[in-house]
């Protein structure tokens, strides 16, 4: 056949793209007819009589209806395998029965049983063979139609020979790359032949097979990949001075609806820290499943999330809480989008307004509130302590207090590794917020708990998303200081241990979850620069400006001094010091009066409150003694508490 034979085909094919469901119905139902004749001739029935035609007539239609009703005609003819034949066997095992025992009560004849399941038999055949014909007919043009071949033919290698790189290569194929072979690491697929591509060798051979086979682009096709594979194969990349790209991950085919086919770069938050923790969900959603939930801040990074996650969970009400209006706006139409059926309200207010804040609680009584709404940018809160004392500090004790008044049952407040020795104004905020809210739980029957975390990648204002804009503007990319370090977590972990908090915790309590190593900026900075210009070709400098006011150059998880409780979670610390300090009320008093004087020492006032309040709780030393500006190192709980014993003894 001709090349233009051959495109005319493949236009008629894309053409019936819409209708293709009715397209494979029909054919299977004009197979199913030739399975059911032949059955018929096959057990000598007389072919023209009319009893044995409403045989056949019924026996069609129970098969038509069953295998439409059982997707029969989803299962893709192109990439057609072994276990989709499997697939397509199963449910014609039921279509074969289920008509048997149909025409057996309607004609009580053991004959007409035997023509049923002979014609199952035979249309199981005839759909396998029509769709293997199909598959291989397919792989053929794939292979030898110059006219697949668009004249840019760019030359890509496929990291990854199991399915999902074996549908790839057909999907690439068509598209006009000219894909040169496979690399896995699995000895059982060394040169191997799949699509009629060859395995050419391991993950480690990337660069010389780049270069002997002039690749373009590395595409790496492994959906299950882990942190650790995914960063040694872009290594590899890195080193053959080759574009890559990936498929998505499988937490993004199924909690983000992506196509397991949709390319796209490899980001930063692929390969930054160690694998993600999987936390129990069964007993959170027992917990949020048709409750009244609220969450403040919901149009911020983690409070976005936090609503789309609990509506997952199906509750009764959700109240979004938030200042932006511009942020409220988005998250809504999103949630409304995603979510036709859930009961929102979407309610802009300050958690400072004490009467809005009393209006919200009385006309929809949440039952369990999530309070994400804070600032959190270090050098700005330097600049401006009284607010931050105003909103972390005034607006938690206020929709603290008022969740006590109305009955609330669950208080779960985000907070910070910066509270922890806290040397910024904000670390210093939110370390008073999370004192206030212990010693409410020690007086109220609210239960409180706070979740500490690191730095949440991609979220607004964090150092990924400025270097991203950095590197857009085509840097440099600026560094506080070549050894400062952080912990870093994804913004869907977060999520997850808020609301683990929420289900799981005690009143009073603290979780910080395992973060894994720390990281050093600098080499994040340089990982970012080789993600976006894998070829070098951009030269794209960092600058080192120097600490700003109120940074620590080493973050830390943990003060000796905090009484730590294993948690029954692997992974997730527990700290409980419920403290119901008698100054509290009195220096929070002194501090009220500061933020409302022109003079006053604000952020002075407020760290000595914090000071002298972890002082008379014993939290006063970092855990490592001999460098304070080591952060401690990646922990589980039981680790954590042997070393404390260790240390105490």
């Given at each position: 056949?001709?090349?233009?034979?051959?495109?005319?085909?493949?236009?008629?094919?894309?053409?019936?793209?819409?209708?293709?469901?009715w397209?494979?119905?029909?054919?299977?139902?004009?197979?199913?007819?030739?399975?059911?004749?032949?059955?018929?001739?096959?057990?000598?029935?007389?072919?023209?009589?009319?009893?044995?035609?409403?045989?056949?007539?019924?026996?069609?239609v129970?098969?038509?209806?069953?295998?439409?009703?059982?997707?029969v005609?989803?299962?893709?003819?192109?990439?057609?395998?072994?276990?989709d034949?499997?697939?397509?066997?199963?449910?014609?095992?039921?279509?074969?029965?289920?008509?048997?025992?149909?025409?057996?009560?309607?004609?009580r004849?053991?004959?007409i049983?035997?023509?049923?399941?002979?014609?199952?038999?035979?249309?199981f055949?005839?759909?396998?063979?029509?769709?293997?014909?199909?598959?291989?007919?397919?792989?053929?043009?794939?292979?030898t139609?110059?006219?697949i071949?668009?004249?840019?033919?760019?030359?890509?290698?496929?990291?990854?020979?199991?399915?999902?790189?074996?549908?790839?290569?057909?999907?690439?194929?068509?598209?006009?790359?000219?894909?040169?072979?496979?690399?896995?690491?699995?000895?059982?697929?060394?040169?191997?032949?799949?699509?009629?591509?060859?395995?050419?060798?391991?993950?480690?051979?990337?660069?010389?097979?780049?270069?002997?086979?002039?690749?373009?682009?590395?595409?790496?096709?492994?959906?299950?990949?882990?942190?650790?594979?995914?960063?040694?194969?872009?290594?590899?990349?890195?080193?053959?001075?080759?574009?890559?790209r990936?498929?998505?991950?499988?937490?993004?085919?199924?909690?983000?609806?992506?196509?397991?086919d949709?390319?796209?770069?490899?980001?930063?938050?692929?390969?930054?820290?160690?694998?993600?923790?999987?936390?129990?969900?069964?007993?959170?959603r027992?917990?949020?499943?048709?409750?009244?939930?609220?969450?403040?801040?919901?149009?911020?990074?983690?409070?976005?999330?936090?609503?789309?996650?609990?509506?997952?969970?199906?509750?009764?009400?959700?109240?979004?809480?938030?200042?932006?209006?511009?942020?409220?706006?988005?998250i809504?139409?999103?949630?409304?989008?995603?979510?036709?059926?859930?009961?929102?309200?979407?309610?802009?207010?300050?958690?400072?307004?004490?009467?809005?804040?009393?209006?919200?609680?009385?006309?929809?009584?949440?039952?369990?509130?999530?309070?994400?709404?804070?600032?959190?940018?270090?050098?700005?809160?330097?600049?401006?302590?009284?607010?931050?004392?105003?909103?972390?500090?005034?607006?938690t004790?206020?929709?603290?207090?008022?969740?006590?008044?109305?009955?609330?049952?669950?208080?779960?407040?985000?907070?910070?590794?910066k509270?922890?020795?806290?040397?910024?104004?904000?670390?210093?905020?939110?370390?008073?917020?999370?004192?206030?809210?212990?010693?409410?739980?020690?007086?109220?029957?609210?239960?409180?708990?706070?979740?500490?975390?690191?730095?949440?990648?991609?979220?607004?204002?964090?150092?990924?998303?400025?270097?991203?804009?950095q590197?857009a503007?085509g840097g440099?990319?600026?560094?506080?200081?070549?050894?400062?370090?952080?912990?870093?977590m994804?913004?869907?972990?977060?999520?997850?241990?808020v609301?683990?908090?929420?289900?799981?915790?005690?009143?009073?309590?603290?979780?910080?979850?395992d973060?894994?190593?720390s990281?050093?900026?600098?080499?994040?900075a340089?990982?970012?620069?080789?993600?976006?210009?894998?070829?070098?070709?951009?030269?794209?400098?960092?600058?080192?400006?120097?600490?700003?006011?109120?940074?620590k150059?080493?973050?830390?998880?943990?003060?000796?001094?905090?009484?730590?409780?294993?948690?029954n979670?692997d992974?997730?610390?527990?700290?409980?010091?419920?403290?119901?300090?008698?100054?509290?009320?009195?220096?929070?008093?002194?501090?009220?009066?500061?933020?409302?004087?022109?003079s006053?020492?604000c952020?002075?006032?407020?760290?000595?409150?914090?000071?002298?309040?972890?002082?008379?709780?014993?939290?006063?030393?970092?855990?490592?003694?001999?460098?304070?500006?080591?952060a401690?190192?990646?922990?589980?709980?039981?680790?954590?508490m042997?070393?404390?014993?260790?240390?105490?003894a």
């Open positions: 056949m001709g090349n233009r034979g051959v495109g005319f085909i493949f236009k008629l094919i894309e053409g019936l793209a819409p209708i293709r469901s397209v494979v119905l029909t054919i299977d139902a004009i197979l199913s007819l030739f399975a059911g004749s032949f059955a018929i001739l096959f057990l000598e029935f007389a072919l023209f009589n009319g009893r044995n035609v409403g045989v056949l007539s019924l026996w069609f129970v098969q038509f209806v069953l295998a439409g009703f059982l997707r005609q989803k299962y893709s003819w192109r990439l057609f395998s072994a276990r034949s499997y697939r397509l066997g199963k449910s014609l095992l039921v279509v074969g029965p289920a008509s048997a025992v149909m025409l057996a009560m309607t004609y004849d053991i004959e049983v035997k023509f049923s399941i002979l014609a199952s038999f035979m249309a055949f005839l759909m396998a063979t029509a769709r293997l014909v199909v598959r291989l007919a397919f792989d053929s043009v794939v292979r139609s110059s006219i071949r668009k004249e840019t033919g760019k030359r890509v290698l496929i990291v990854g020979a199991g399915r999902g790189g074996a549908s790839l290569s057909q999907k690439l194929a068509l598209e006009g790359y000219d894909v040169v072979g496979f690399v896995d690491d699995s000895w059982a697929k060394r040169k191997m032949q799949i699509n009629g591509f060859k395995v050419l060798g391991r993950s480690c051979d990337i660069e010389n097979l780049v270069k002997g086979f002039r690749v373009d682009e590395v595409i790496i096709a492994i959906p299950s990949i882990s942190k650790s594979q995914l960063k040694k194969i872009t290594d590899e990349c890195l080193k053959a001075k080759v574009q890559f990936t498929l998505p991950s499988i937490k993004e085919i199924l909690d983000f609806n992506q196509s397991p949709h390319l796209r770069e490899v980001k930063v938050e692929d390969l930054l820290g160690r694998e993600p923790i999987r936390l129990d969900k069964a007993l959170t027992s917990e949020i499943k048709d409750q009244t939930i609220m969450v403040t801040g919901a149009g911020g990074s983690i409070g976005s999330e936090l609503c789309r996650q609990i509506l997952e969970f199906g509750p009764r009400s959700l109240i979004m809480f938030e200042r932006s209006e511009y942020n409220l706006f988005h809504e139409r999103e949630l409304r989008r995603r979510f036709p059926n859930a009961n929102l309200s979407a309610v802009i207010g300050d958690i400072c307004d004490e009467v809005a804040l009393d209006r919200v609680f009385l006309k929809h009584r949440p039952k369990i509130l999530y309070h994400t709404a804070a600032y959190k940018h270090v050098p700005l809160m330097e600049e401006s302590p009284r607010e931050a004392i105003v909103n972390n500090v005034f607006g004790r206020g929709l603290a207090q008022a969740a006590v008044k109305f009955g609330v049952a669950k208080f779960v407040m985000i907070s910070t590794d509270a922890i020795r806290p040397l910024s104004v904000m670390g210093y905020s939110k370390r008073l917020a999370e004192i206030i809210t212990q010693d409410l739980a020690a007086k109220s029957e609210t239960s409180f708990m706070s979740v500490r975390f690191g730095n949440v990648l991609g979220s607004s204002g964090s150092v990924v998303e400025i270097f991203r804009k590197l503007e440099p990319l600026s560094v506080t200081d070549a050894e400062a370090r952080r912990f870093f994804t913004t869907p972990e977060a999520v997850e241990l609301l683990h908090a929420g289900s799981h915790g005690s009143n009073g309590s603290i979780y910080m979850l973060m894994g190593e990281v050093k900026i600098y080499d994040l340089k990982r970012m620069i080789d993600l976006a210009d894998p070829m070098g070709q951009k030269n794209i400098q960092i600058e080192v400006t120097g600490l700003r006011p109120g940074e150059l080493k973050e830390e998880i943990l003060w000796e001094g905090e009484d730590l409780i294993a948690s979670i992974h997730v610390s527990m700290f409980k010091n419920i403290v119901s300090i008698q100054g509290l009320e009195l220096g929070l008093s002194k501090l009220y009066r500061c933020i409302h004087s022109t006053g020492q952020g002075d006032e407020l760290k000595a409150l914090v000071n002298t309040i972890d002082a008379m709780e014993n939290i006063r030393r970092p855990l490592t003694k001999k460098d304070p500006e080591v401690y190192p990646a922990f589980s709980s039981p680790a954590v042997a070393r404390v014993a260790n240390q105490q």
